[in-house]
C-alpha cells in the first residue's frame, strides 16, 4: 500500500464549514470522487481513505444547517458509498477491527447524528460472521439493560450503538436470539426501525410468509408504510411470486418524484405484466386525476389510452403541446388530439406561466399534423373556433391570439 496524501482531509476540519450546506455538500461529492479513483487501482488503500473520512466528516459539519435536509441526504449518500469498499478491501482481521472500533467512536461522539445510517451497515463492514458476533456479545448486554429498564419503569432510553447491534446480530446469523432482543423493544409500541432486523432475519430463514406476516404487524401511525411495502414486496419477488406482489404491494411500494418515473420503476420491476394494466392500476389509485398519467402513457407508446386520460381530466398544456409537437409528423391522429386537448386547457385557464408563444405553438403543432393526418384547414379551424367559443370567458386570450389565424 502506497503512501498517499488525501486531499479532502485538510478541508475537513472540525467546524470547517459555516451554516450554508451548499459548500459541505460539494466538498462531500470531492471526497468521493476522490476515493472512488484511488479504489480503482489500491482498494486497501481506499479503505483507509474511507474511514478517515467517516472520521472526520460529522465534526467538520456541525455547524452546517440541515433542515433543508440537503447535507443529510448527502452524508447518507456518502455512507452508502464509501461502507461497500471498506467491507471488501482485504485486509487482517486486526486491521479490520481497529477500523471498526475508530468508527464505533465515531458514531458515539456524532450528536447531531449525522452519521447514524452508518449503524445500519454494520454487519455488512464486520465482513465475517466471526466479527459481527464478536460485535454483536459487546453491544448486546448494553442494549438489553437499557430495554428491560425502559420496560420496568417506563422511562425513554437511547443507545447509539441500538442499530449496529441488531445489524451485526443479523450478520452473525443469530437470528432467533434478533428476535428475542427486538421483542424487548416493544414494551410501548413496535417500531419498524428495529423490526426491519426480525422481518429480514425470518426471511433468511427461509420464513418468508412469516416474515411478511411481522412486517405487516409492523404498521402503525408513524411507520414507514411505503418501505413496509416495500420489504414484503422484495421477499415475494425473491420467492418467484411476482403476480402476488404486484397485486399486494407494488403501488404502495414504488415512489417516485413524478408520475412518469413512477409508472417506469414499476414497469422495470414487473416486465411480464401489461404496461397498460400497470398504467390503468395506477391510474385508478388517483381518480380525478387521469390527465396527469398522460405523460406516461404517451412515453409508454399507449397512444390511444394517453388521449383517453388527458380528456378525463385536467392534463398540462404544454406537455400535450410538446407531445403534439414532437409526434405531428409520425403519429399525425395522436398529435391532433394531443394538441387540440392542450388548446382546450389552455382555453380553460390551466397551465402556468403560459404566453402567447405557447398558444401559437399549439396551434402551429395542431394544423401541421392534420396537414400529415389529411384533415382539411377548414376543419380544424372550425374546431378550433368551436373550442374557443366553448370557453368564453377563459377563452379570450387564446382567441385573441390565433384571431388572425382562424380568420376564414
Given at each position: 500500500m502506497t503512501t498517499y496524501k488525501w486531499q479532502f482531509a485538510p478541508r475537513f476540519r472540525r467546524n470547517a464549514f459555516g451554516w450554508k450546506s451548499d459548500t459541505p455538500i460539494l466538498r462531500i461529492k470531492e471526497a468521493l470522487v476522490e476515493i472512488k479513483a484511488v479504489a480503482k487501482k489500491e482498494p486497501v488503500l481506499a479503505a483507509v481513505g474511507a474511514v478517515l473520512f467517516l472520521e472526520k466528516l460529522a465534526p467538520a459539519i456541525e455547524q452546517v444547517d440541515s433542515s433543508s435536509g440537503g447535507i443529510g441526504s448527502a452524508v447518507n449518500r456518502a455512507i452508502e458509498t464509501l461502507v461497500p469498499i471498506i467491507s471488501k478491501a482485504d485486509v487482517a482481521r486486526a486491521v479490520r477491527e481497529k477500523w471498526l472500533d475508530r468508527l464505533f467512536e465515531t458514531l458515539q461522539e456524532d450528536d447531531m447524528p449525522y452519521l447514524e445510517h452508518l449503524g445500519e451497515f454494520w454487519g455488512e463492514l464486520c465482513a465475517t460472521p466471526e466479527i459481527a458476533a464478536k460485535w454483536a456479545d459487546y453491544l448486546t448486554p448494553t442494549l438489553t439493560t437499557m430495554w428491560d429498564h425502559c420496560a420496568r419503569t417506563g422511562e425513554y432510553g437511547y443507545f447509539k450503538g441500538t442499530i449496529a447491534c441488531l445489524s451485526a446480530m443479523y450478520a452473525a446469523g443469530r437470528h432467533d436470539e434478533l428476535l428475542a432482543l427486538i421483542a424487548k423493544s416493544e414494551f410501548r409500541h413496535k417500531s419498524w426501525h428495529y423490526r426491519v432486523w426480525g422481518a429480514k432475519a425470518l426471511a433468511a430463514q427461509g420464513k418468508r410468509a412469516e416474515a411478511i406476516r411481522y412486517a405487516e404487524d409492523s404498521k402503525g401511525q408513524n411507520e414507514p408504510l411505503a418501505t413496509i411495502a416495500q420489504f414484503c414486496e422484495g421477499v415475494l419477488l425473491a420467492s418467484g411470486f411476482a403476480d402476488e406482489a404486484y397485486t399486494r404491494y407494488a403501488i404502495e411500494a414504488t415512489y417516485a418524484t413524478t408520475n412518469v418515473a413512477t409508472f417506469k420503476a414499476i414497469a422495470k420491476k414487473y416486465p411480464g405484466k401489461p404496461k397498460e394494466t400497470i398504467l390503468r392500476d395506477l391510474v385508478a389509485r388517483q381518480p380525478g386525476q387521469e390527465g396527469k398519467w398522460f405523460a406516461a402513457a404517451k412515453d409508454a407508446e399507449l397512444f390511444e389510452l394517453a388521449i383517453e386520460l388527458a380528456n378525463c381530466s385536467p392534463a398540462?398544456?404544454?406537455?400535450?403541446?410538446?407531445?403534439?409537437?414532437?409526434?405531428?409528423?409520425?403519429?399525425?391522429?395522436?398529435?391532433?388530439?394531443?394538441?387540440?386537448?392542450?388548446?382546450?386547457?389552455?382555453?380553460?385557464?390551466?397551465?402556468?406561466?403560459?404566453?402567447?408563444?405557447?398558444?401559437?405553438?399549439?396551434?402551429?403543432?395542431?394544423?401541421?399534423?392534420?396537414?400529415?393526418?389529411?384533415?382539411?384547414?377548414?376543419?380544424?379551424?372550425?374546431?378550433?373556433?368551436?373550442?374557443?367559443?366553448?370557453?368564453?370567458?377563459?377563452?379570450?386570450?387564446?382567441?385573441?391570439?390565433?384571431?388572425?389565424?382562424?380568420?376564414?
Amino acid at each position: 500500500m502506497t503512501t498517499y496524501k488525501w486531499q479532502f482531509a485538510p478541508r475537513f476540519r472540525r467546524n470547517a464549514f459555516g451554516w450554508k450546506s451548499d459548500t459541505p455538500i460539494l466538498r462531500i461529492k470531492e471526497a468521493l470522487v476522490e476515493i472512488k479513483a484511488v479504489a480503482k487501482k489500491e482498494p486497501v488503500l481506499a479503505a483507509v481513505g474511507a474511514v478517515l473520512f467517516l472520521e472526520k466528516l460529522a465534526p467538520a459539519i456541525e455547524q452546517v444547517d440541515s433542515s433543508s435536509g440537503g447535507i443529510g441526504s448527502a452524508v447518507n449518500r456518502a455512507i452508502e458509498t464509501l461502507v461497500p469498499i471498506i467491507s471488501k478491501a482485504d485486509v487482517a482481521r486486526a486491521v479490520r477491527e481497529k477500523w471498526l472500533d475508530r468508527l464505533f467512536e465515531t458514531l458515539q461522539e456524532d450528536d447531531m447524528p449525522y452519521l447514524e445510517h452508518l449503524g445500519e451497515f454494520w454487519g455488512e463492514l464486520c465482513a465475517t460472521p466471526e466479527i459481527a458476533a464478536k460485535w454483536a456479545d459487546y453491544l448486546t448486554p448494553t442494549l438489553t439493560t437499557m430495554w428491560d429498564h425502559c420496560a420496568r419503569t417506563g422511562e425513554y432510553g437511547y443507545f447509539k450503538g441500538t442499530i449496529a447491534c441488531l445489524s451485526a446480530m443479523y450478520a452473525a446469523g443469530r437470528h432467533d436470539e434478533l428476535l428475542a432482543l427486538i421483542a424487548k423493544s416493544e414494551f410501548r409500541h413496535k417500531s419498524w426501525h428495529y423490526r426491519v432486523w426480525g422481518a429480514k432475519a425470518l426471511a433468511a430463514q427461509g420464513k418468508r410468509a412469516e416474515a411478511i406476516r411481522y412486517a405487516e404487524d409492523s404498521k402503525g401511525q408513524n411507520e414507514p408504510l411505503a418501505t413496509i411495502a416495500q420489504f414484503c414486496e422484495g421477499v415475494l419477488l425473491a420467492s418467484g411470486f411476482a403476480d402476488e406482489a404486484y397485486t399486494r404491494y407494488a403501488i404502495e411500494a414504488t415512489y417516485a418524484t413524478t408520475n412518469v418515473a413512477t409508472f417506469k420503476a414499476i414497469a422495470k420491476k414487473y416486465p411480464g405484466k401489461p404496461k397498460e394494466t400497470i398504467l390503468r392500476d395506477l391510474v385508478a389509485r388517483q381518480p380525478g386525476q387521469e390527465g396527469k398519467w398522460f405523460a406516461a402513457a404517451k412515453d409508454a407508446e399507449l397512444f390511444e389510452l394517453a388521449i383517453e386520460l388527458a380528456n378525463c381530466s385536467p392534463a398540462d398544456p404544454k406537455t400535450l403541446i410538446r407531445a403534439a409537437r414532437d409526434f405531428a409528423d409520425e403519429r399525425p391522429t395522436f398529435a391532433v388530439a394531443a394538441g387540440m386537448a392542450g388548446l382546450h386547457y389552455l382555453a380553460a385557464g390551466y397551465g402556468y406561466d403560459i404566453t402567447s408563444v405557447d398558444v401559437q405553438d399549439g396551434y402551429t403543432a395542431v394544423m401541421k399534423a392534420a396537414m400529415a393526418a389529411d384533415i382539411p384547414e377548414a376543419t380544424m379551424k372550425a374546431a378550433l373556433r368551436a373550442l374557443i367559443e366553448k370557453n368564453k370567458v377563459s377563452g379570450n386570450f387564446v382567441g385573441r391570439v390565433l384571431a388572425h389565424s382562424l380568420k376564414e
